[in-house]
Each structure stands twice: as C-alpha cells, then as structure tokens.
C-alpha cells in the first residue's frame, strides 16, 4: 500500500512523472497545465524528481529537445494543451513517425477563438490524426496511474510510439482527490529496463542518417514509404494489445483495475447507453444509476483509449445496446456534431443491426456536465427506441 | 586534401618589374646574368595593370609530372619539390605545354627545359625582391594539420556547380570530427544528400533532419542527454540563414540564451536557394530574388538585411564569428576555437557563402566573388571571444575595394541603379563603423555608442 496523497490532477501527473524516472523533462507553462509545469519544478528542485528540466523558450522548442533528448536514448516528459500544442504542433506532428516513445499529458483545453482559457478536449481532438496513442483519463488517481503506464506502452518494441495521456482542465488539473501514491520500487519493478532508441538514435558509436528524404515517384521511395506508413500503422494495432496487457499487469501489482481500452458500465442488461470520455464519465455514471433507480435499462461506455481506436472492443460494447447517445467535449465542424459520435458512427457500421445513434455536445470552454444534462442525454437516446430521433447534434449547455 | 608545400607565392600589386628576381636567379642557377637561364620571369602587357608571373607552383598534383612520357619529373614528398631528371628526359617539351603557369621552360641557349627547385629551401629569387612582392612560405599549412583526416561527407553529391555549402561541409566535418552528432535543416545542405535519400545517407557521422525552426533545440536536448550520462560528444548545426535568422531564429535565440553546447554555422547563401532562389532576411539591399523580383516598380529587396552575428553577439555567445572560404587557414582558426566554445556554451559561425546558382554567376568565380565580398567591407571577417567581451576583425582590408566591385560581378545586382549603388556604399561604410564599435577594449563598451 502507496502513501495516501490529497491532489488535484496535476500534481498527481507530477506525481506519476517522479514515479516513471524520466531522463529530461521540458515544460512550458499554459493554463490549464501551468500548476503541473510548476510542481515538477518543485520536485526537481526538492530531487524529488531527478530529471534534467530544460525550460525553453516556448512548446516548439519543449518538443524539440525532448525529441533530440529521445535520440540520444533519454525517457522523456513534458505536458502542454490548447495553443500550446498549436505552437508545439510542427514537432508534434513528427513525432509518432520518428517511433520515437515520449510520454506528454494534454491537460485539455477549449480552442481559441473565442478566447478562452477553460477545459474542453478541442485541443487533443484536434490533433487525432497524427499517430499518437491517445488515452483520457476521468480520475486524479487515473492520471497518476496512467503516466506511469504510458511509458511503459511507448517503449514496448511492437509499439515504439508517443503516448498521450490526456486529463480534463478545470475539472481534473485543478479538482482535488485522494490519490495513493505506488511506493518507488514497486514500480521501478514495474517499468524494467529503459531503451528508447535501439531502432533510431543519433549517437556516434552507431551513426546513421535520422530522417532521410523519402519517397518521390520512383526508384524505391513509393514502396519504402509505404512501409513506414504501415510499419506505423501496425504500432498503433499492436498497442490495443499492448494497452490491455499493461492495464492487466497494472492491476495484479497494484490492485488498481482500469479498462483500457473501452470501459463498459451496467451494460450487460442495457437497452441502450450513453457513451462518455474523460472526466465527465463520474456524472454520466451517476445519472445511470439515478435512472436505474427509476427502471430505466440504462448503460455507460466510456472511452478511455481514442487512439488507436478501439473498434473491436467498441463493437462489442455496442452489440449489447438498442440505441447510444455520445456526449463529446469537442467540436467536428465538418460533421456539426463531436468527434467521438462520428467516429462510432464507423464502429456501428460494423454491427449486425443499424441502431439510432444521437450526438450530444456539451462542457466546452469550461462549461459544467451535470447530472442534469446526462439526464436529458438519457432521455432522447431512451426516446430513440420509440422512433424519436433527433435529425441534429444537441448542445447541452445552450440554455444554461 | 593532401600536403601543404613550400612554395614561393607572390603578391602582383607589390612587384615593379625591376627583373632583380629574375637575374638573382639566373645568377645562382648558372653564374652568368642572361634572362634565358632564369627559372622565373615577369611580364606584363600594356593593358594589365599588374605584373604577371611565370614560376614552378611546386603543385599538389602537377600537371607536368602526370604528363611526362619519360618519368624525368617527380614530386618529392617530403620536400614538395617538382624534380626534374635531366638523365631521364627525353626533350619532348610535353611538360611546357601541361603546366598552365609557364612553371616549366625551354632553355634555346641549353636546349632543354629548366624549372625552379627552390634553391634547396633558400630562393635567390626571394631575397633579392626588394618590394617584397615574393615570398618563400608553405601554403595552405592546414592541410599539413588536418589533410590527412577523413572526408566525413561521401564523394557524388548532388549539389549544384561551384557549390560553397559542399566546400563547407567537407572542411567543417573533416576538421571536427566523427564524434559528433550533426544536423542540417531543410536546406541546400540536405537537398545536396547529407542525411539521404530512400535509405541512403551521405554523412559518415549520425546527422539528421531537424525541422528548419528547431535545430538548435533538438541539438541541445541530444548534446543534454550526453552530458547527463557522461559521454563528450561534440553538436554541429549546418543550417541555411532561413533556418537560422528566419523561421529557424526563436530555438536559436533561446539556445543561445541558454548557453547550449553547440557549434552553431550559419551557411549565408543570401536566400532560400534550396526551394528556388527566394528572398529571405538576409538577403542584402537591392538584391534580385524570385520574390524581389526586378521590375517597373520594384528593383529588387528593398530592405537590408538582418545582422545575424551581430545578434549573437549580443546573446552574449561563447564564441561568435564570420568566415569566408578563400581565407581558409582564418575559417579552421575559427573552427579551433568554436570547438573549445562548444564544451562551455553557444559558438557561432556565419559563413559568408555565395551562390553561383541563385547569384548568378560563373561558378569557376565562386572564391573570387567571396573574396571580393570581404575586400570590400561588405563581409568583414570577425570573431567575437565571451572572456574578451568585444570582436577582433580577424582579416583587416587595409584599403577596401568599393562595393560596386563586388556587386558588378554577380548577376544579381545586374540591375542596380546609381542612386542604389550610393546607398549600398554608404551602408556598408556605415555598418564598418558600427562593427568597429564593438571592437573597442572594454566589454562592448562601443554599445551605448552604437544605440
């Protein structure tokens, strides 16, 4: 049994980088990630953490030393959100492609403009679709748990990737929690050997070339290319498993059990579910068993794991339900509904029977979840079943 | 790179034609004074408005020995010397039509040919040049240093005619060494092969494509990590000025503020050369790009450019300075010393590095254009030392050429009016002055003056 701690998300991130023994860590401070940028800098100077903190001069640069850092064999960390991972976004971008294993959380926040500065996940559903595994978490301990995890999914050889570990701003960096703190050997066990460039490095004592130009229309470079495109998308598939295995491995050492991938909630004798992500889970979780309590046959699925997308296990979440209404924190604007509905929307394709499906949109730029609004999420998707479905996304906090 | 030799240099704007060197020699190689037995002459035609010499270079790799059918001449190596074996000759004259600097002559009163051996290390020529216009001096002595290291960059690569960042990467490589990690942004260096192309790379040290905006930085967190687990390892960035003054400048700026170990060189080719000859910050005043086109309008940038070491300096950079490739043994001094910078913080090279591509201008004139830019001030040579605290011009141009010199010889300032003529003039004067400044003995002492 860990030390029992009371902190919010972001100190228990700072706690779960001081249990996983980076190399180099590199923050800039943003709101709503400042708090966890400054308690890592607390716990280098207490030695706490015994990393070498480089504060840059702005995210790009964060990414950027961290990547060289990685090259040279380092375990890094770094946290950022919102224009912060606009500006890191060069690097970012890159950075999946170049297999390179680093650990960074997105402490969420709503995209400018308007202006804002509160929690909404805009930011890391943004930057979906650039080869980062991506996890969210819904609880303080969640986060710390799930920091040290992350390094361990980065660096396994049938994985070789980035990883996201994404908490809500507001609601998770600054909402305060018991958290136990695992003790430092048990997850020095836990972790293993560190070896984060066997398959790319810029070191002397095996010189290569990093990056070469690839592809162009002939010779080998279309089909080499190729290769690397799969070669990553093969990462991203080997990591369901990857993410399962240590989840599992997770909760043997440390009696703590989360779903990895995507978690099912009174599901089993569900008509129909309601799909959540993040931290709004804990209401949405609360407003089904208010509506149990009143016989309605009412499940959660909450995802915790975006990227790689967790089809099979969503499938099998869905095959259970009549009809689903998925709540998002974020915006498609392609799409006017939220990134999560239209992505299940291709998990549905692959069922059996078509099922109403309802897109609900709500929390954005700090705004509250409540029990209230999972109740009305509730009902229309309860309504779908009787041939009521809406032809729009809903926004939950339109008429607050 | 081979050996530096002896040889005997001379300097055309020093010599009178007296014909003192020529006599001297004749004197000592055959004890009379006739013109016809000396080894070296002098000439000039009426429109020249130097003397002109005819002497032996001693070359690295002499034409006349490859082109002797009979093996009489040899290159000594140990002293340099181009021998000629009058027991082996067979009196062809090939050798006189090989060399291209009349080093080697027919003899009409001997009839055979003759040439300069350096009177053993102690040329009668040279001490009887009263102006001073010879020299007996080894030349190129770097190469008798670092010749006979590895070329780091791969032979073949794909860069354009005449190409400066070539010339740089092989010296900076070969002087510095395997034990680095090198990174060349997007750019002509990387456009030429030095990270690769599908899988094959042209650097024999771990080099790498940073982005252009975060070269500095991914070298400080590479260069980081050594230090955390003990290992010396030496950081080379090779970027273009788009990647060092332009997009590239912040994680610059940052690193040097931070006192990064790195060996920073900025290759100024004056634009971005690589995506097409377009106009960056460093592109001079009055210069044609494809993006400061040449027009009713508009004649070309109508801007000066960013004074890149300048602003190093005042990051106040270990180690910060200018070079330019015809003054060699001044850039592997600089290396020297950016070297021993690195292991305590920021060095910082700008390379002055024309483009006969992107210039406009016949490559075979790419050392004398870089040359002119300096012996008109407009590329002054300088280095800057933290500990001293103020710069040190490092080539002194006693009397600097004007500008239109250098300007008339590049295709891209075909254009330029008088009025623009004036104004380059006076800005280069003026930007003399401000560098001369800093010059001053206390620590940038010159810079109140200077704002």
Known sequence: ?400 | MGKGYPTIAFYPEKCNGCNDCVEACAQIKTETSEPVHSRISVAKDPDDEFYGLSLCRQCGDPRCVMDCPARALTKNEDTGVVHWDETKCVNCQICTLACPYAGITYNRITDQVMKCDLCNGDPACVKACAPMALEYKIGAEIYNTWGDLEDLFVPGVGACLGCNSELIMRHTLRRIGPNTVVATPPGCIPGVGSVGVNGITSTKTPVFHPLLTNTASMLAGVKRYYNRIGRDVTMLALAGDGGAADVGFQSLSGAAERGEQMIFVCVDNEGYMNTGVQRSSTTPYGAWTTTTPVGEALQGKTRDAKPLPLLMVLHSCEYVATAALPFMEDFYMKLDKAIEASKRGMAFIHIFSPCPTGWRFDPSQLIEVARKGVETNMVPLWEYENDLGRINITHVVNEPLPVVTYLKSIGKYRHLSDEQLVYIQRKTDERFELLKKFTKESKLEGLSDAA
Request: aromatic share 8%; with cysteine.
């Open chain 1, 1 to 400: 049994m860990g030390k029992i701690l009371v902190c919010d998300g972001n100190e228990a991130a700072a706690w779960g980088v001081a249990r996983s023994k980076p190399d180099m860590v590199a923050v800039f401070p943003i709101t709503p990630q400042s708090s966890l940028a400054e308690y890592i800098s607390q716990f280098v100077a207490d030695g706490v953490i015994k990393a070498d903190l480089m504060d840059v001069e702005g995210e790009h640069s964060v990414l950027s030393v961290l990547q060289g850092a990685c090259l040279a064999g380092a375990r890094t960390y770094t946290a950022s959100c919102g224009q912060g991972l606009a500006f890191m976004f060069e690097p970012y971008f890159r950075s999946a492609p170049l297999r390179l294993p680093l650990v960074m959380s997105i402490v969420t926040r709503d995209g400018i403009t308007p202006q804002s500065v509160w929690g909404g996940q805009q930011d890391a559903m943004t930057v979906r679709e650039t080869g980062w595994i991506h996890m969210y978490c819904e609880t303080c301990q969640e986060i710390l748990d799930t920091v040290i995890m992350a390094y361990r999914i980065a660096e396994n050889r049938d994985v070789m990737l980035p990883v996201n570990v994404n908490h809500d701003g507001n609601y998770l960096s600054y909402g305060v929690e018991k958290v136990e703190l695992p003790e430092e050997e048990e997850v020095d066990a836990f972790m293993g050997e560190k070896n984060t460039n066997w398959h790319v490095a810029l070191d002397p004592d095996r010189p290569m070339g990093v990056d070469p130009l690839t592809g162009g229309a002939g010779g080998v470079g279309p089909s080499l290319f190729v290769s690397y495109r799969k070669g990553h998308c093969k990462g991203m598939q080997n990591a369901l498993r990857v993410i399962t295995e240590v989840h599992e491995e997770w909760g043997e050492r440390f009696g703590r059990y989360y779903a990895p991938l995507v978690e099912e909630y009174r599901l089993d004798d569900a008509d129909y579910a309601i799909v959540t992500i993040g931290s709004m889970s804990g209401a949405g979780k609360d407003a089904v068993d208010a509506a149990r309590e009143e016989g309605e046959k009412v499940g959660l699925i909450k995802i915790k794991t975006f990227r790689p997308f967790p089809l099979q296990a969503l499938r099998d979440a869905l095959a259970k339900v009549k009809a689903v209404g998925v709540v998002d924190r974020s915006v498609s604007f392609a799409w006017n509904s939220g990134p999560v509905y239209q992505e299940l929307l291709s998990a549905l394709y692959f069922l059996d029977n078509r099922i109403p499906a309802v897109s609900f949109i709500g929390g954005l730029a700090g705004a509250d979840i409540t029990i209230d609004h999972f109740k009305r999420v509730i009902d229309t998707t309860a309504r779908t079943l009787q041939g009521e479905v809406p032809s729009e996304c809903i926004w939950l906090n339109e008429n607050d």
